[in-house]
């Protein structure tokens, strides 16, 4: 190398070596090598540089550079090394031939690069000008040198300021992560971090235990044990990272455990780009930064757990405290379908008796229970929990009968028992899938044992009420209730009507058919009375072959027609063939009554009817 080849590169070296500071901005890290190709430009007049750097360089070196692709600077792969270097000499440093066209300029040359061990950095793509000095053999390896010794100073620096950067991210990470009890927002902290630091990369995590359908960062999913794939599920069985390629398509996708002093919570899976190179020491970091936010994520889920076992015997106790309130049938199943839906954000909370092969929907449930097109899904429930022999938990309903149309996708159900037999179930709702968790539902199991016990005592105690204040025979209502029943009318409504039945020669047909067809016929009557009868009207059996009816708020025309609707249905239906007669008094606010002088006036009325041929309706007209 002659002295003006000497001066030249003395020349360069000062000039990208002397000036060499650290940069603060990484937006800044380009003007590195600006500073190199200015240099050369100035100093060998070249028209054009551009750097070709090697990928598989940087990767063995495990360092990260960001892809910046600038007019001066690119990447080329491992498959792209042998067409550029199959046209170098042994021995030499530059091809004199144009190898690239970039943005329509020719290089005249190409300058190989090499490291301290000859393997491959990177090409210096220039084109000379018309008239330049011939350069040595030795000046070409000594400018190769001198730009690898350039480039290995760059990559330190970013690599000290990746490190930097690294680990006051981590640092300021790892503070906010303790600082909050909130799993979505540490998780949510922990994937902005992971983006801001490596851009080129997409990101999604997959929980085990996930059901936040509040959540409305795309990033954070469920993990679903049907759908999701091999390596998710063997990062989240074994507990370790793990790297795939995708052979198709330039993708490596990275798997790294949300791993916990108590368990594996769930998978962080990276997508990286061809483009992208990532190393050992950026591998331990993210694992470093995924540790840290499964123990953040544990500590906050131990917090919300012990927050959530609090509020759970909280509920138990509120729960308990109603169920031992006596209170009527209705009203327990109106304040625990209340607190189920509340407790556990529900939709729709039914609680269902079996009789008779039949659903008793109670009520109290909720509305979607009270429509006939829910019966199908409810038989469903019923089957399952039947042949299965165990309780429904469904976090995402998709039946394979098409027929049976659901828009629940959530669901629980619990089997209420009576002495280990199932008298009914507990069924809870939501559209949205995944929307309890199994907490939840062993919340549910738990509130059910004690629904079950409270229940059976009710529906006893009802049925023991029911029978004092019913006439065994006729299931009509006894003439006591039917007296009480009078008295509060009459103490609050504005009017009313009584009605007196009295069954038509009855003792003929005691005597000619016997008292069990003398009952028959009794209890063919009271259906008759029963089915014509509304809400809040009583049917009642007065004492032997009488019947008596109450119609609250009704007028003596509303008793009347009544009484001969029941005279006309009698005659036509009742095997062997009766008749009845009907006496019917009335009262207002203008004439009040007392019970016995309504039951007085309707006998009188009933005597005429009586006398007039029976078979009758007949109005007191006093």
């Not at 669901?411 to 037999?421: D, F, G, P, T, Y």
Request: net charge negative.
């Amino acid at each position: 190398m002659d002295k003006l080849e000497e001066r030249v590169i003395l020349k360069l070296r000062s000039k990208i070596f002397t000036d060499f500071k650290i940069l603060e901005k990484d937006q800044d890290d380009i003007n590195y090598f600006s500073i190199l190709f200015n240099a050369l430009r100035c100093e060998l007049q070249w028209n054009h540089v551009h750097f070709l750097i090697y990928k598989n360089f940087l990767s063995e070196k495990e360092q990260f550079l960001l892809s910046f692709k600038t007019p001066s600077l690119s990447f080329f792969d491992t498959w792209q090394k042998d067409m550029y270097t199959k046209y170098l000499r042994e021995g030499s440093f530059v091809v004199n031939f144009p190898m690239e066209r970039y943005d329509q300029i020719p290089f005249d040359k190409s300058l190989f690069v090499f490291g301290q061990h000859d393997d491959l950095v990177g090409i210096l793509l220039f084109k000379l000008p018309d008239k330049n000095h011939h350069f040595s053999d030795s000046f070409w390896e000594t400018l190769s040198k001198t730009v690898y010794q350039y480039f290995e100073k760059v990559m330190q620096l970013f690599i000290l300021k990746h490190e930097k950067k690294r680990y006051k991210l981590l640092q300021n990470v790892t503070s906010q992560l303790h600082s909050t009890i909130d799993i979505d927002a540490v998780l949510r902290k922990v994937l902005d971090s992971l983006e801001e630091f490596y851009p080129y990369f997409q990101y999604e995590i997959f929980l085990s235990n996930y059901n936040n359908v509040d959540n409305s960062d795309s990033r954070i999913q469920p993990l679903d044990y049907t759908k999701s794939n091999a390596a998710i599920m063997e990062t989240f069985i074994t507990g370790n990272y793990k790297i795939e390629r995708e052979i198709a398509l330039p993708k490596h996708y990275l798997y790294f455990p949300l791993k916990g002093k108590q368990g594996i919570y769930g998978v962080l899976k990276i997508v990286a780009q061809k483009s992208i190179l990532i190393s050992g020491q950026d591998i331990e970091f993210i694992s470093i930064l995924i540790g840290t936010a499964s123990t953040a994520m544990e500590n906050a889920h131990l917090y919300q757990q012990s927050r959530q076992l609090v509020n759970d015997l909280q509920l138990i106790t509120k729960v308990t405290k109603k169920l031992n309130a006596n209170l009527r049938l209705t009203e327990l199943v109106h304040n625990i379908a209340e607190e189920l839906q509340s407790a556990f954000h529900a939709e729709e909370v039914g609680i269902i008796l079996f009789e008779e092969n039949q659903f008793n929907v109670l009520t109290g449930s909720t509305p979607f229970f009270n429509n006939e097109d829910c019966l199908p899904f409810l038989q469903f429930v019923k089957d399952f929990m039947d042949t299965r022999d165990e309780s429904l938990f469904i976090g995402n309903f998709e039946p394979d009968d098409k027929e049976l149309v659901s828009p629940f996708r959530s669901i629980m159900a619990e089997s209420l028992k009576r002495e280990q037999h199932k008298i009914g179930f507990i069924i809870v709702l939501h559209r949205v899938p995944y929307k309890f968790s199994f907490n939840t539902f062993k919340l549910l199991q738990s509130i059910t044992q004690h629904v079950s016990l409270a229940f059976t005592n009710t529906i006893l105690r009802e049925r023991l009420e029911q029978l004092v204040i019913t006439d065994y025979l006729t299931k009509l209502y006894t003439r006591n209730y039917l007296d009480d029943q009078m008295q509060k009318s009459i103490e609050k409504d504005k009017q009313g009507a009584f009605l007196l039945i009295d069954i038509d020669n009855f003792k003929i047909i005691n005597d000619t058919f016997g008292h069990q067809v003398g009952d028959q016929i009794l209890i063919q009557i009271a259906k008759i009375i029963k089915k014509n009868l509304k809400m809040n009207e009583v049917g009642a059996r007065w004492g032997g072959e009488e019947l008596a009816i109450y119609l609250p708020n009704c007028s003596l025309e509303d008793g009347l027609s009544l009484g001969e609707q029941l005279v006309s249905e009698t005659s036509n239906s009742i095997d062997p063939p009766v008749t009845i007669s009907c006496g019917i008094s009335h009262w207002n606010e203008k004439n009040k009554e007392s019970p016995f002088s309504l039951f007085k006036k309707a006998d009188e009325a009933l005597y005429l009817a009586k006398n007039r041929g029976k078979n009758q309706a007949v109005a007191s007209i006093k």
